[in-house]
């Protein structure tokens, strides 16, 4: 299995931006695919942003379209999530998480995900 560590988090003001980085290690990053999802109190766990193995594919939740864009370096083995237009409803515990699939896809489930990170916290206020 792949580990992973979330970094980037924070308290930010509405309109704000925050770059989350996911720092991977143990297998070879770039056979996995990339997700990010969120969870906040209360509520379930919603998918933000996934990327296939190679970055040529991305999918993002309509919460979030046109604000967040997902990326990753497999060369650092590390995936992003830039974070942009921040409104109060995006706080909760942002995870990423990995994939180890052989199709070349995007994976918008959390039970396809098969490592996860343990989580950063992201605050906007209003």
């Known amino acids: 299995q792949v580990q992973l560590v979330e970094s980037g988090g924070g308290l930010v003001q509405a309109g704000g931006s925050l770059r989350l980085s996911c720092a991977a290690s143990?297998?070879?990053?770039?056979?996995?695919?990339m997700g990010w999802f969120r969870q906040a109190p209360g509520s379930e766990p919603e998918i933000v942003a996934a990327?296939?193995?190679?970055?040529?594919?991305?999918y993002y939740g309509d919460s979030v379209k046109d604000r967040f864009t997902i990326s990753r370096d497999n060369a650092k083995n590390t995936a992003y999530l830039q974070m942009t237009s921040l409104k109060p409803e995006d706080t909760a515990v942002y995870y990423c998480?990995?994939?180890?699939?052989?199709?070349?896809?995007?994976?918008?489930?959390?039970?396809?995900?098969?490592?996860w990170g343990q989580g950063t916290q992201v605050t906007v206020s209003s």
């Open positions: 990327i296939s193995r190679g970055g040529t594919m991305t």
């Open positions: 143990g297998r070879t990053f770039s056979s996995y695919a």
């Open positions: 998480a990995a994939a180890l699939r052989s199709r070349g896809s995007v994976y918008r489930s959390a039970n396809e995900y098969d490592s």
